[in-house]
């Protein structure tokens, strides 16, 4: 594949073409050169500039063609701006995606914060199971209370005359 770069284009066609054109003109010189002494002045002048002519014209079609046969090869500046233009939005999608990735990682807890975390979770459990003791030692004394008080409840319902029942006042008499 031949470059592909917009700085390379029309420099690049314009320098070669140039170069072989000059290349080709110094062989035609030096080939002319011998001629001219081989068939004289006169002859030479006509049939040079006919023939440096007509290769000329030769050269120069073919080089046009050439360079119109890789048109495709090299890339138009226009083309080469839009790319360009692609690249640089796709790669600042790319940065934004990565900058909130990064943000959401610095948010996240680090290893030290987790086994720290681990820790004073196990801490916690432990206080938890130690509160869960005391909790059902205190339903069991409130258990053996309430059946106490039941017990009482039942002995005043038992006793013979005028009692107090619950919420009347013991010597009888009203408020």
Not at 14 to 43: E, H, N, R, T
Request: glycine letters at 8%.
């Amino acid at each position: 594949m031949l470059f592909r770069s917009n700085k390379l284009d029309a420099p690049f066609a314009i320098v070669a073409v140039q170069f072989v054109g000059a290349a080709s003109g110094a062989w035609f010189f030096v080939a002319a050169s011998q001629v001219a002494c081989m068939v004289g002045p006169a002859l030479f002048m006509g049939t040079i500039v006919a023939v440096v002519s007509l290769t000329t014209l030769i050269v120069q079609g073919l080089f046009a063609w050439a360079l119109w046969s890789l048109r495709r090869a090299f890339v138009r500046n226009d083309d080469y701006l839009l790319h360009l233009q692609r690249e640089a939005r796709r790669e600042s999608v790319t940065a934004r995606r990565l900058s909130a990735l990064e943000e959401h990682l610095r948010q996240m807890p680090a290893g030290d914060d987790l086994a720290d975390l681990h820790g004073e979770l196990a801490a916690l459990r432990g206080e938890i199971q130690a509160l869960n003791a005391r909790i059902s030692g205190l339903d069991r004394l409130l258990e053996r209370l309430e059946h106490g008080l039941d017990r009482q409840e039942d002995r005043l319902r038992l006793l013979p005359g005028p009692h107090c029942s619950v919420g009347a006042p013991l010597n009888g008499s009203t408020r």
